[in-house]
């Protein structure tokens, strides 16, 4: 009996709901994540794929500010926005998760249990503080330089270099919802989570074979670790977020970065549950002796909050929880480049490219052009000229060949393959299989690969007589798996095209055991760019 298959928790980093997800996000964790989501499922293991919103955050107060709206408008409105970009990319996400009084009980009963195990310390800090409008300034309430790249930079953490910059460290400070306001340092006394006291299990952990990170980003974990390690705030003075439960600290909320993991494992239970695995613990599926694999997708930006402060927060807990096998970063995707910027609109929302272009073609350049090592850039006339040239044109000549030669075979019976044929379908599924699985997991490489095997496979079909029976270069049936291999390997990008096949019974699993025979299948034709997909023909084809 074959044992079971690890599962997998896959978790893509929680977004904020201060507005919709734009291209730049979306080529970044989200369909990363959901490609490698797609590629397990393709070989049989059980996954989930989740994540949830990141409603305390204070970026959410200082846009809602601008826009003139209240915050919890602005959640209501961005959570429906982002769910719709969710599902108009055709992610396998079950939707996302409420944020309700089970997600408010899963926080505090997970930051409870670490204040009574005494993890947490009292510290009297200094606070910049906006003295005309009375408010305590972190994070998305505070702009000014990084001490360390200065580079302009939020609170919390440098997104250009990625260190973290708590309390009074940020240069220059300013209040972001009104730059005029007078800022002052203010002591207050706040409860903190002192890192330093897990520098043993942290350098032990990045010691060992378990993370897989890509080079940027464990240089930084590198840089963090060769230095004293900063205190993670819990609690903050503030009036939005979710209320502090500790005498020590009333009136204070709970700092917004506490709640990434207790999100996240809530978020894990609610997606299970939505595939009908649900459970009575909500934390079951992170415990560890669960034997999940756990991979993050997230970007640069947040490698200091995914690597060492979440990280802390799973480890404050003893042997309690499982830590991340893998974290999957990337850096930013630029628009015609320049970042994607929402304050200057410069940008383009997900939804919106969805519906001028079909999605497969949009799944497939992004993933071409994902800025996994290094910045990478998005622009209109290359989505149209590249999928057009490299993708559409050659994908369609295969098809009008195969079409061809499968009306001129005029038969439906079963095609034999060789062992030749065989092993070229194996060899395939190896060069793909090194794309999708971790530690070098590369969208970019995989979309690579499809357009190498596209072209090999076109001029083999361009050539190939299907009435030769057996004097051919290239036998019926071989191209035929060949073919069936690619859009198995594929599958995980362009999901239209595959599930359309899947839905007529065409085995798009991906594994290594190649048949003896195959039924012919038809190949469907893409559109291009230019067709909407209102307007977009049919995915049809011949049988």
Request: a negative charge; glycine letters at 6%; aromatic letters at 8%.
């Amino acid at each position: 009996m074959t044992p079971p298959q690890r599962p997998a928790i896959v978790i893509a980093a929680t977004p904020t709901p201060n507005g919709d997800l734009h291209v730049g996000h979306m080529a970044g964790p989200y369909l990363a994540g959901d490609v490698y989501s797609r590629y397990l499922r393709g070989t049989g293991r059980p996954v989930v794929y989740t994540t949830c919103t990141d409603d305390s955050q204070t970026y959410v107060v200082a846009s809602a500010h601008r826009q003139g709206i209240t915050p919890e408008e602005l959640v209501a409105r961005s959570t429906a926005q982002i769910e719709r970009s969710l599902a108009a990319m055709g992610t396998v996400m079950a939707g996302l998760p409420p944020i309700d009084d089970r997600y408010r009980r899963t926080v505090l009963d997970y930051v409870t249990a670490l204040h009574a195990e005494g993890r947490f310390k009292l510290r009297t800090v200094r606070l910049p503080y906006a003295r005309d409008a009375g408010v305590f300034l972190f994070d998305g309430l505070v702009s000014g330089t990084c001490p360390t790249c200065m580079a302009g930079s939020c609170g919390g953490a440098c997104e250009t270099c990625g260190h973290p910059n708590n309390f009074d460290e940020l240069l220059d400070p300013k209040y972001t919802v009104d730059p005029t306001d007078v800022v002052v340092y203010r002591e207050q006394t706040i409860l903190v989570l002192p890192m330093e006291d897990y520098r043993e299990r942290l350098t032990a952990y990045y010691a060992s074979r378990t993370p897989r990170w890509r080079p940027h980003a464990k240089q930084l974990i590198g840089e963090l670790l060769a230095k004293p390690l900063p205190e993670i705030p819990v609690t903050f003075p503030s009036a939005w977020g979710i209320a502090a439960p500790f005498p020590e600290t009333a009136g204070q909320v709970l700092y917004p970065w506490i709640e990434a993991m207790p999100a996240s494992i809530y978020a894990t239970w609610w997606a299970n549950a939505q595939q009908g695995e649900e459970s009575v613990e909500t934390d079951e599926a992170w415990l560890a002796g669960g034997d999940a694999e756990l991979v993050y997708f997230h970007g640069f930006d947040n490698v200091y909050h995914w690597g060492l402060v979440d990280l802390v927060m799973l480890m404050a807990h003893g042997d309690r929880y499982t830590t991340p096998d893998a974290n999957v970063c990337n850096e930013f995707y630029d628009l015609d480049g320049e970042k994607f910027s929402t304050s200057r609109n410069h940008l383009i929302w997900s939804a919106d490219l969805m519906a001028e272009v079909p999605r497969d073609l949009v799944r497939f350049f992004l993933a071409l052009t994902a800025p996994e090592y290094q910045r990478t850039n998005f622009s209109r006339d290359a989505l149209h000229s590249v999928t057009t040239r490299r993708l559409v044109e050659p994908w369609n000549a295969l098809s009008e060949s195969l079409t061809l030669g499968l009306v001129a075979l005029d038969t439906a019976a079963p095609l034999p393959t060789t062992e030749v044929g065989r092993r070229r379908a194996t060899a395939m599924l190896e060069r793909f299989r090194l794309c999708y699985e971790l530690p070098n997991f590369s969208l970019g490489r995989a979309a690579e690969t499809a357009l190498t095997q596209l072209d090999r496979l076109r001029k083999s079909a361009d050539s190939l007589d299907l009435r030769a029976n057996g004097s051919a270069p290239v036998q019926p049936g071989d191209l035929l798996l060949e073919i069936r291999t690619l859009l198995a390997c594929v599958a995980p990008i362009m999901v239209e095209v595959t599930d359309v096949l899947a839905a007529e019974g065409v085995d798009l699993r991906i594994t290594g055991d190649q048949p003896d025979e195959i039924a012919p299948f038809r190949f469907p034709r893409l559109p291009n760019t230019a067709d909407t997909p209102e307007r977009a023909p049919a995915l049809d084809g011949a049988r």
